[in-house]
C-alpha cells in the first residue's frame, strides 16, 4: 500500500499546514549527527520563508498534495451557505477558528471565512475578527488559485463575490 503523501516531485505545489502553500523546490540529504536524512525544501511563496521537511516526517507535520477541483467545490458551496455563529466567547471561537485555519483542510478554513466575513451592511468586526478573516481568506484563496491554476487576487475576488452574493 502506498501512502498518499509517500512522494513529491520538484516544483510541485504542496499545503504545508502552519504556513499555507508552497512549492517543492529541491529534495536534499543532510547529515545530523552522523545521520543521513532526506528533506523536502519547501518555499512558501507568500511568507518568503523557505522550509525544510523531513521525508519520515511528512504525516506528523501534515504536508500535502494541493486539494483536488472536486474538493475546491465542496468549499464554494460551504461559503454559499448561511454563516453558524455560535453565542460563546470571542476568545473560545478564536480558538476554535485558529485550530481550524492551521488545520489546513480547505473545508474547514472555509467554514471560517464564511463565518467571519461581514457585509458593509452589517455590524463592525473586532481587530482580532478582522485579522483572522485574512489569514483564512488568505490561505484559502491561495489554494483556490493554486488548483485553478489562477493569480491569489483573482481566487480572493472569486471567494469575496460568493460570499457578498449570497
Known amino acids: 500500500m502506498v501512502k498518499k503523501n509517500s512522494q513529491f516531485k520538484e516544483g510541485e505545489i504542496v499545503v504545508y499546514p ?9 529534495i536534499e540529504t543532510m547529515e545530523i549527527a552522523n545521520i543521513k536524512t532526506n528533506f523536502y525544501v519547501v518555499k512558501m511563496e507568500q511568507s518568503k520563508l523557505i522550509i525544510r521537511v523531513p521525508t519520515e516526517k511528512l504525516e506528523q507535520v ?13 468549499v464554494f458551496n460551504i461559503l454559499k451557505l448561511r454563516p453558524k455563529i455560535r453565542r460563546i466567547m470571542w476568545s473560545r471561537r478564536a ?24 457585509k458593509t451592511s452589517q455590524a463592525e468586526q473586532s481587530y482580532s475578527e478582522r ?5 483564512a481568506i488568505e490561505r484559502l484563496a491561495r489554494e483556490v488559485a493554486a ?3 489562477t493569480d491569489y487576487f483573482q481566487s480572493t475576488e472569486k471567494i469575496e463575490s460568493i460570499l457578498r452574493n449570497k
Open 147 to 149: 488548483v485553478e491554476k
Open 62 to 74: 501534515g504536508l500535502r498534495r494541493i486539494s483536488s477541483k472536486k474538493i475546491i467545490e465542496e
Open 18 to 26: 502552519k504556513h499555507g502553500v508552497g512549492e517543492v523546490i529541491r
Open 95 to 118: 480558538q476554535e477558528y485558529d485550530a481550524k485555519i492551521f488545520s489546513g483542510d480547505p473545508i474547514k478554513i472555509a467554514e471560517v471565512v464564511r463565518d467571519l466575513f461581514r
Open 131 to 135: 485579522q483572522m478573516f485574512q489569514v
